[in-house]
């Protein structure tokens, strides 16, 4: 794996090159075999297998055009309770979305970023024994989608109306990740970002859980990540599934 040469603020970690692969996913967890510092990461042109949060929706890029990436956390770098850590993710793009490009991104609970047009970011997570995965997809300067996304996904080119540079980004993103980790105030600034805050929702259960859909208002984000409801029968806290 070639190095890149991009400024990692988790303390000098290695950040890792892959021009095709099949998931950053894997070649992280890889890595971790080995003797690796907190913060590692690998981004990769292209992935053949990139995956998303559900496993019948692969991840889908184009080669070369968008910033696809995994950072590898030391348990111990992780705030608890651990199931935040796709929201700190999702905030730490939405600012680097604002700082870079001064657009106003919302978190669409647990883990998407969206842009008025559509979704422009989806977040990973995944704990193995010792170490969390981030895996963070950024639709850059892709302006085709296929028939499926289309009216729902995004990219900053077509935002911007101008290309933007996949790894100038990563770094202001591995920036902002590194503070909002230990950030106190983190919790209010997801719900200040949250789409859909103050509105009425559904969620519905995601792939992996059982039962029916919650219907209410979005009062917030708990501790754990969790979202907050007013339901007619007093607040519901969700912890997974998703927000319709
Ligand atoms: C989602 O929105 O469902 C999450 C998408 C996460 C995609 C990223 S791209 C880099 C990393 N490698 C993968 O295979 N998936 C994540």
């Known amino acids: 794996m070639q190095h890149l040469p991009v400024r990692n603020a988790f303390e000098g970690a290695p950040v890792y090159y892959l021009s095709e692969t099949d998931s ?4 992280a967890r890889a890595l971790l075999r080995g003797d690796a510092a907190s913060g590692t990461v690998v981004v990769a042109d292209y992935q053949r297998r990139g ?3 559900f496993s019948h929706r692969a991840w889908t890029a184009s080669p070369g055009e968008n910033l696809l990436f995994t950072a590898a956390l030391a348990e111990d770098r992780v705030p608890r309770p651990t199931t935040q850590l796709p929201l700190i993710a999702g905030l730490a793009v939405a600012r680097s979305l604002e700082s870079r ?4 991104p919302r978190l669409k609970w ?4 969206l842009l008025e047009s559509g979704k422009v970011a989806g977040v990973l997570c995944q704990g193995i024994p010792g170490w969390f995965l981030v895996g963070i997809g950024v639709n850059c300067n892709q302006e085709q989608f ?3 996304l289309v009216g729902s996904a995004t990219s900053l080119s077509r935002t911007l109306l101008r290309l933007v ?3 100038a980004l990563l770094e202001t993103i591995l920036g902002h990740f590194a503070t909002a980790l230990t950030d106190p105030d983190r919790r209010p600034a997801v719900e200040a970002r949250l789409w859909r805050m103050g509105e009425r929702v559904t969620v519905v259960p995601g792939e992996r859980e059982a039962g029916e859909g919650v219907s209410g208002t979005v009062l917030g ?3 754990a990540g969790e979202l907050r409801l007013a339901t007619e029968d007093g607040e519901r806290r969700v912890y997974a599934g998703e927000v319709l």
């Open 24 to 27: 950053t996913m894997d070649d």
């Open 51 to 53: 995956r998303g949060r």
């Open 101 to 104: 490009f001064g657009l106003r």
């Open 110 to 113: 647990p883990n998407d970023v």
């Open 146 to 148: 296929p028939a499926d």
């Open 165 to 167: 540079d996949r790894f």
């Open 221 to 223: 984000i708990g501790e």
